[in-house]
């Protein structure tokens, strides 16, 4: 089992940042790829960003290209998001997920969830 905890989250002015952080506990960290999503009220959660165990193979969702950026640190089993130049449709509450192996940017890929972390961003 692995526990994944987000953190981060809060109310940010358009073109403002956040970071969102992502600890996990459990089976061991540096196996497992990693993901953020997220979930806009009435619609379905989207795929934002993910990296592989080894950091060496990232992906974005094209709405957020250029402006998030997907870090991980296996010695201290976090994994991050930066946001900047946020705008109000990327609010939304966002999740973090583990999978061991291989990177992948479909939900149902990812075995293990956090409980999610509210960003609002304010036009």
């Known amino acids: 089992q692995v526990q994944l905890v987000e953190s981060g989250g809060g109310l940010v002015q358009a073109g403002g940042s956040l970071r969102l952080s992502c600890a996990a506990s459990?089976?061991?960290?540096?196996?497992?790829?990693m993901a953020w999503f997220r979930q806009a009220p009435g619609k379905e959660r989207e795929f934002v960003a993910a990296?592989?165990?080894?950091?060496?193979?990232?992906h974005y969702a094209d709405f957020v290209k250029g402006r998030f950026t997907i870090s991980r640190d296996n010695a201290k089993n976090t994994v991050s998001l930066q946001m900047n130049s946020l705008k109000p449709e990327d609010t939304a509450v966002y999740y973090c997920?583990?999978?061991?192996?291989?990177?992948?940017?479909?939900?149902?890929?990812?075995?293990?969830w956090g409980q999610g972390t509210q960003v609002t961003v304010s036009s």
């Open positions: 990296i592989s165990w080894g950091g060496g193979s990232i």
């Open positions: 997920a583990g999978r061991p192996g291989s990177v992948y940017g479909e939900e149902f890929m990812y075995d293990y």
């Open positions: 459990g089976r061991t960290f540096s196996n497992y790829a």
